[in-house]
């Protein structure tokens, strides 16, 4: 099989919670406003819907002021759905309502176990292979665990740090599969070993922000306002939807964190 990773029959999202601004965040781009976050959180969705994708909406909740980022919750593949350990503290009580909802679309659902620790943000599958990458909130030990239960399917995996980064937070903010063996990555992480192999569309370093784009089924959703990295994605001749997501990316969110994109 080829080109496994981009086609997608179900999506699980949060809209934002009255409390989104009080998430963690390290932008200095200025307050969210949640209005805002709401219209484009609607917008998002409906983008996925007219892929094809049928969402599966859970209730926004203000004692986790990061749970529309539900991406960093858990990590999803054709064979078995996996629930993560968020790195920060305060968003492991995320999961709960997660397992919930993968709990009804899997037969058994796994879980990464303490001292592991991994934010589904830093896991990025490309075919049969998954990129692990190792943050400030995915450790090795982490990683290890989910290599096993990878292996169990015959998904291999590789490890990228990320943790000199500056500009990246997870491994994902860097780096997006668009099938095709294309990849778009950020300057950060040119040149990296695990990407021999691979076409790279670089972002460049003023458009780092666009380079957390996600290909869903026969489109590639990016974020508004990079128009290089736009046309560049565009000249592969699938449609690109573009989204606003500028309240997202003052809390340090992107496109692809807003779902848990399932096949
Ligand atoms: C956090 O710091 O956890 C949130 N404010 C943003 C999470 C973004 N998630 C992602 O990139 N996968």
Redesign the pocket.
């Known amino acids: 099989m080829t080109d496994q990773g981009v086609r997608f029959s179900r999506s699980i999202i949060r809209p934002p919670a009255d409390s989104f601004a009080e998430?963690?965040?390290a932008s200095d781009l200025g307050a969210p406003n949640l209005e805002r976050a709401r219209v484009q959180h609607a917008q998002y969705c409906l983008a996925l819907q007219r892929l094809g994708v049928t969402l599966l909406p859970v209730p926004p909740d203000s004692m986790y002021p990061?749970s529309t980022?539900v991406?960093?919750t858990a990590v999803v593949t054709a064979h078995g759905a996996m629930l993560a350990r968020p790195g920060?503290p305060s968003?492991q009580g995320e999961v709960t309502t997660i397992r919930e909802v993968l709990e009804s679309q899997y037969a058994t659902v796994a879980e990464i176990i303490a001292p592991g620790t991994l934010?589904?943000?830093d896991i990025c599958q490309v075919d049969g292979h998954f990129f692990i990458g190792l943050s400030h909130r995915t450790n090795e030990e982490g990683g290890r665990q989910l290599t096993s239960w990878l292996g169990r399917f015959g998904y291999t995996t590789s490890t990228i740090s990320i943790r000199e980064s500056r500009e990246l937070?997870?491994l994902?903010?860097g780096i997006a599969w668009l099938g095709d063996r294309r990849l778009v990555v950020a300057e950060a992480l040119v040149g990296h070993p695990a990407l021999r192999g691979y076409e790279q569309l670089v972002a460049a370093t003023e458009e780092t922000y666009a380079a957390n784009c996600v290909r869903v089924n026969d489109a590639v959703l990016m974020a508004a306002g990079f128009p290089e990295l736009t046309a560049r994605v565009s000249a592969f001749g699938r449609e690109v939807v573009v989204l606003d997501v500028s309240e997202f990316r003052k809390?340090?969110?992107?496109l692809?964190?807003l779902s848990i994109r399932l096949p």
């Open positions: 998430g963690l965040t990061d980022f991406e960093d920060a968003r934010d589904g943000g937070l997870h994902k903010s809390m340090d969110g992107g692809s964190c």
